[in-house]
C-alpha cells in the first residue's frame, strides 16, 4: 500500500515491473531490460511503485477496498507508475520491516527476503529516507518517511 501523507513535487514514469510487487514496493529500474526490479540494499535512485487497479469482469460496479490483494498487487511484466518522491514529501507505505525503527532512523531497500521493502539503514549506508514513525490509515497500520537529501548514516 502506498499513501502520500505530505504533498509535493514528484516525478512519475510508466515501466514494466520484473516480478508481482505490492504498491509501495521500492524498486529500481533497469535500463538494459527496461522493467523495475525490487531494489536491494540502496535507497538513492529508487522508485515507489503505484498502480491504478480496476475492477474487471462482474467485479466492475463493485468498490473494492484498495487493500484488497487484486487491487494492491501489480503482476510481473505489468505497467505500473513509478514515483520519484521530491525532497520533502512524506509517504507511508506497508513495504517494510519495522523491527528496531524508531522516528529519525534511515531507511534503505532490504536484501534477499526484504528486496524491495525498506529496513533500517546500517552505518555507512546512504539514505534519502528517513522513518517518521506510524501512520493509522483506517484500521491498517503503515509506516511513514520523509524524503530528504542523501545522508550517509554515521
Same mark, same amino acid.
Given at each position: 500500500?502506498l499513501r502520500n501523507v505530505i504533498t509535493g513535487s514528484k516525478t512519475t514514469?510508466? &515501466?514494466?515491473?520484473? +516480478?508481482? %510487487?505490492?504498491?509501495?514496493?521500492? *524498486? ?16 538513492v535512485d529508487t522508485y515507489l511503485v503505484?498502480?491504478? +487497479? ?5 467485479? +466492475?460496479?463493485?468498490?473494492? +477496498? ?6 494492491? /498487487?501489480?503482476?510481473?511484466?505489468? &505497467?505500473?507508475?513509478? *514515483?520519484?518522491?521530491? *525532497? ?19 531507511? %534503505? ?29 483506517? /484500521?491498517? /497500520? ?6 530528504? &537529501?542523501?545522508?550517509? *548514516?554515521?
Amino acid at each position: 500500500m502506498l499513501r502520500n501523507v505530505i504533498t509535493g513535487s514528484k516525478t512519475t514514469e510508466i &515501466y514494466k515491473v520484473s +516480478s508481482d %510487487v505490492k504498491r509501495g514496493t521500492v *524498486v529500481t529500474k533497469n535500463i538494459g531490460t527496461k522493467v523495475a526490479d525490487k531494489a536491494s540494499d540502496v535507497a538513492v535512485d529508487t522508485y515507489l511503485v503505484d498502480f491504478d +487497479s480496476q475492477p474487471m469482469g462482474h467485479l +466492475s460496479d463493485v468498490e473494492i +477496498s484498495a487493500y484488497e490483494d487484486a487491487m494492491d /498487487t501489480v503482476k510481473a511484466n505489468t &505497467y505500473a507508475v513509478l *514515483v520519484k518522491p521530491a *525532497v520533502g514529501t512524506q509517504w507511508a507505505i506497508d513495504q517494510i520491516v519495522p523491527t528496531g525503527l524508531n522516528a529519525g532512523d534511515y531507511l %534503505v531497500a532490504g536484501t534477499a527476503a526484504n528486496a524491495g521493502k525498506l529496513v533500517k539503514a546500517t552505518a555507512g549506508k546512504i539514505s534519502i529516507y528517513k522513518y517518521v514513525g506510524q501512520y493509522i490509515d483506517g /484500521t491498517k /497500520t503503515l509506516h511513514q518517511f520523509e524524503v530528504v &537529501y542523501p545522508v550517509t *548514516v554515521a
